[in-house]
T-cell receptor
Framework: QKEVEQDPGPLSVPEGAIVSLNCTYS??????FMWYRQYSRKGPELLMY????GNKEDGRFTAQVDKSSKYISLFIRDSQPSDSATYLC???????????FGGGTRVLVKP | DAGVTQSPTHLIKTRGQQVTLRCSPK?????VSWYQQALGQGPQFIFQ???????QRGNFPDRFSGHQFPNYSSELNVNALLLGDSALYLC??????????????FGPGTRLTVL
């Protein structure tokens, strides 16, 4: 079983809709939770990170972490065609060096 | 301010050959991590270098080795290439800096194809 699980999609939504993405993880030692965006043939780009449980908002993006259920979410409001990409969740232990990624969810926002 | 750079962009090798990939970290960063990303998968941690030493290693065989230079740049070497080594190899840089969370900035990757 992988430490971080993520639905591969693809997830197709119309422009302007809310995109809802999620991951589950199994290791209670994970303390930092990240969401990366990766365009085709590019390196991942950090969107947001959250420490422990709670919500964090940045513009159109909201990240949520529920450590009791080991569940992390990313919401994208007012989605745009430029949001079409693969979204990767990642986790990190406290003072850790190694990012553990989910498999990524491909998102397609249709104009 | 240049971000993380990697070379080459693409590489084609045959089974059994050896390959060297290169990475220059973001300005001000002293730590380099390498990840392997197979098609349709998330990146997998190979190892991390800090102060020219391998700091942590993932579940990769000894065919994968690395080096960090005094200017913080790094190389990833893979010996005896297998077809399964075909992947996007990503370099990420960060700064130790005494913080508990150190963001890793990724380069564009080197796409390796093994025939």
């Amino acid at each position: 079983q992988k430490e971080v699980e993520q639905d591969p999609g693809p997830l197709s939504v119309p422009e302007g809709a809310i995109v809802s993405l999620n991951c589950t993880y199994s290791n209670s030692a994970f303390q930092y939770f990240m969401w990366y965006r990766q365009y085709s043939r590019k390196g991942p780009e950090l969107l947001m990170y959250t420490y422990s449980s709670g919500n964090k908002e940045d513009g159109r993006f909201t990240a949520q972490v529920d450590k009791s259920s080991k569940y992390i979410s990313l919401f994208i409001r007012d989605s745009q065609p430029s949001d079409s990409a693969t979204y990767l969740c990642a986790t990190l232990k406290a003072a850790g060096n190694k990012l553990t990624f989910g498999g990524g969810t491909r998102v397609l926002v249709k104009p | 301010d240049a971000g993380v750079t990697q070379s080459p962009t693409h590489l084609i090798k045959t089974r059994g050959q050896q390959v060297t990939l290169r990475c220059s970290p973001k300005s001000g960063h002293d730590t380099v991590s390498w990840y392997q990303q197979a098609l349709g998968q998330g990146p997998q941690f190979i190892f991390q270098y800090y102060e020219e030493e391998e700091r942590q290693r993932g579940n990769f065989p000894d065919r994968f080795s690395g080096h960090q230079f005094p200017n913080y740049s790094s190389e990833l070497n893979v010996n005896a290439l297998l077809l399964g080594d075909s992947a996007l190899y990503l370099c990420a840089s960060s700064s130790v800096g005494g913080k508990s969370y150190n963001e890793q900035f990724f380069g564009p990757g080197t796409r390796l194809t093994v025939l």
